[in-house]
């Protein structure tokens, strides 16, 4: 073989060899890409795995009312915070939670702490599909209620299922749900409560598959204390 022949050849075989490792960066690239936009949503409440106690909390983006971004994440946490993840303003559990939690809200705030109630409805019925006692016994509370209908908190703290059942789609044909993480992922959170220290760690836990059980107000308050 002529060393014209040799060099052609080894031109072609390099040419290949770049191809080869191209594609396969190029799928790599693609694969983390489809792994970062994927949510973290179990089959059932049953199968959920919630973050742990002593874990950072992880980074996640919710929406305020107006429909804009509100970070929340390790390096963002400026005052103790309670992370209080509900279903929805048309869940009577969550309402009777969110009515609950109003007797310790300045007793939390004196001590130095924040609650952030997350929900699974849009940003523009996060207060108007709760119900009118809710509404009536929060007034001039300023609860801060964020909207997850995108999942983002409750695939990262490791709380999102997909429910079933023929309630479930009764729930969907709601006008209300509309743009809800129900209707949009097919999800919801399972109630949770997580308290996180000015380090960004999760001092505080609580979840139960059981969407009719809640962490009673005086826990909440005395779980604050885990993270002064």
Same mark, same amino acid.
């Given at each position: 073989?002529?060393?014209?022949?040799?060099?052609?050849?080894?031109?072609?075989?390099?040419?290949?060899?770049?191809?080869?490792?191209?594609?396969?960066?190029? =799928? @790599?690239?693609? +694969?983390?890409? &489809?792994?970062?936009?994927?949510? %973290?949503?179990?089959?059932?409440?049953?199968?959920?795995?919630?973050?742990?106690?002593?874990?950072?909390?992880?980074?996640?983006?919710?929406? %305020?009312?107006?429909?804009?971004?509100?970070?929340?994440?390790?390096?963002?946490?400026?005052?103790?915070? =309670?992370?209080? *993840?509900?279903?929805?303003?048309?869940?009577?559990?969550?309402?009777? &939670?969110?009515?609950?939690?109003?007797?310790?809200?300045?007793?939390?705030?004196?001590?130095?702490?924040?609650?952030?109630?997350?929900?699974?409805?849009?940003?523009?019925?996060?207060?108007?599909? *709760?119900?009118?006692?809710?509404?009536?016994?929060?007034?001039?509370?300023?609860?801060?209620?964020?909207?997850? +209908?995108?999942?983002?908190?409750?695939?990262?703290?490791?709380?999102?299922?997909?429910?079933? @059942?023929?309630?479930?789609?009764?729930?969907?044909?709601?006008?209300?749900?509309?743009?809800?993480?129900?209707?949009?992922?097919?999800? *919801?959170?399972?109630?949770?409560?997580?308290?996180?220290?000015?380090?960004?760690?999760?001092?505080?836990?609580?979840?139960?598959?059981?969407?009719?059980?809640? *962490?009673?107000?005086?826990?909440?308050?005395?779980?604050?204390?885990?993270?002064?």
């Amino acid at each position: 073989m002529s060393n014209q022949s040799s060099l052609i050849l080894t031109l072609d075989l390099f040419r290949k060899l770049r191809l080869t490792v191209g594609l396969c960066l190029l =799928v @790599g690239f693609t +694969a983390i890409a &489809q792994a970062e936009g994927k949510l %973290n949503i179990a089959k059932s409440a049953n199968d959920i795995h919630p973050v742990k106690t002593g874990e950072r909390v992880p980074a996640f983006m919710v929406k %305020n009312p107006d429909g804009k971004d509100f970070y929340f994440g390790p390096d963002r946490v400026t005052k103790p915070t =309670v992370l209080v *993840l509900y279903r929805g303003g048309w869940c009577p559990y969550c309402n009777v &939670q969110l009515q609950d939690l109003r007797k310790v809200l300045p007793q939390i705030r004196a001590k130095g702490a924040q609650v952030l109630f997350i929900s699974g409805d849009r940003p523009d019925v996060l207060y108007s599909s *709760l119900k009118e006692k809710t509404k009536e016994e929060i007034h001039d509370l300023n609860y801060k209620i964020y909207s997850d +209908a995108d999942m983002q908190a409750s695939s990262a703290l490791g709380v999102a299922f997909s429910p079933s @059942g023929f309630g479930i789609q009764f729930l969907k044909a709601r006008s209300s749900l509309k743009g809800s993480s129900l209707r949009e992922h097919d999800a *919801l959170p399972v109630p949770s409560v997580f308290v996180v220290d000015t380090r960004g760690v999760i001092t505080y836990a609580f979840t139960d598959p059981n969407f009719k059980i809640r *962490l009673p107000a005086e826990d909440v308050l005395a779980a604050v204390d885990t993270a002064l």
